[in-house]
């Protein structure tokens, strides 16, 4: 009787519907009916669905800074302090697209490239997949994108530390890659 319990409860939620509201390369927005495993059900579960993964790197200097850029955010009116982020491609590897953002984003090469970890930043209402990176820079030229990145600034560990203490930027990739790359990523 306990181990049918404990497999009623473990069942994931069963989509029964699933109206489109939008669908894009880009994002989709879909309005699911869907049972729980408590046999509830919620009529109106909003999903956002990303066609296309995305990749982070975390981007270190021989000073052992890391490079942030400020990006132009449309949808917070403003400048926030990131690190290069952008969709994987189709048929594109994700190291090659770590490269790519970094490239398009600092106009920098990369050495020593690892991959750390995915992660998924809003798991509860979203299927967006990031695969975080961290590298060394090999060679530095100009921002390539210039319709994103405003700027670019090399910080100590202590001032990219202090950026996230401060709460001044809101983005939860940048935070968490950064904070991971710290402890995983061999910068020294």
Known sequence: MMDEKRNDQLKLPERLERKVVYESDYVC???????LSSGNIVEKYHQIHYPHPAVCIVIFNEKNEILMIHEKRYT??????EIPAG????NEDIRDAAIREA?????CS????KYLCSQNPANGMSD?????????????????DSDEVFDKRWMSIDQAKDLLKKNETMDGVSILAILYALEFYDYK
């Open 87 to 90: 969709k994987v491609e189709e």
């Open 128 to 144: 967006c997949i990031v695969h975080v990176f961290a590298g060394r820079v090999e060679s530095e030229g100009k921002i390539q």
């Open 76 to 81: 917070l009116g403003k400048l926030e302090w």
């Open 29 to 35: 927005l879909y309005v699911d009916r869907v049972k």
């Open 110 to 113: 990369l050495k020593d490239l």
């Open 103 to 107: 490239m398009e984003e600092t106009g």
